[in-house]
């Protein structure tokens, strides 16, 4: 069906973001797309920082938003908005990066409070990245993943539910994307 980049914006090696992130990739591969996960922490901090665009890391993950279809963006909620680090990655794609994309805006926090950082943060840089739409986004309280000694993941049922919606509203609008551009193509 169609190609997914899923985005972490966490710093953290143990995100409870990232793991979140991977167990929906893990939903919309079962629905039949190809899911790529993008670790932002995992490129080279010297590029980020320095907007150094034409590092070999850095270009390779402005690609990969190419390629894709879709783009799922994770982030945690610091100071009201999405973290820092996602700010970095988003600032060295090229103005349109999202152009023609579905994108499924994610977020996880501490408190309620934060609830409104992906309709005031985060969406705004997205539409300004050119989204040709963008999902309604969710955001997931930390007391509602837990992480097993395993490493598996238990989502609160009530946000299961929401975040399972949230994601299939996603791949149902991309393949209506895909079959929309196979039939103009």
Do not use: C, N
Request: net charge negative.
């Amino acid at each position: 069906m169609a190609t997914v980049l899923s985005v972490s914006g966490s710093p953290s090696a143990t995100s409870r973001t990232a793991r979140l992130l991977r167990h929906l990739d893990d939903r919309l591969t079962a629905q039949g797309h190809e899911v790529i996960p993008l670790d932002v922490r995992t490129l080279p901090p010297e590029a980020l920082l320095h907007a150094h665009a034409g590092h070999p890391a850095i270009a390779e993950a402005t690609a990969l938003f190419a390629r894709a279809d879709g783009v799922v963006i994770g982030t945690p909620v610091y100071k009201a908005a999405y973290s820092g680090l996602l700010k970095s990655m988003l600032d060295l794609l090229p103005q349109y990066a999202l152009a023609g994309k579905t994108v499924l805006p994610l977020a996880t926090g501490g408190t309620t409070a934060h609830v409104l950082a992906i309709d005031y943060a985060l969406r705004p840089v997205l539409a300004s990245l050119g989204a040709a739409h963008i999902t309604p986004g969710w955001f997931t309280l930390d007391k509602d993943i837990t992480v097993a000694d395993d490493g598996s993941l238990t989502v609160a049922p009530a946000s299961a539910e929401a975040l399972a919606q949230v994601t299939d509203q996603f791949s149902l609008a991309l393949g209506g994307r895909t079959t929309l551009l196979a039939a103009t193509g």
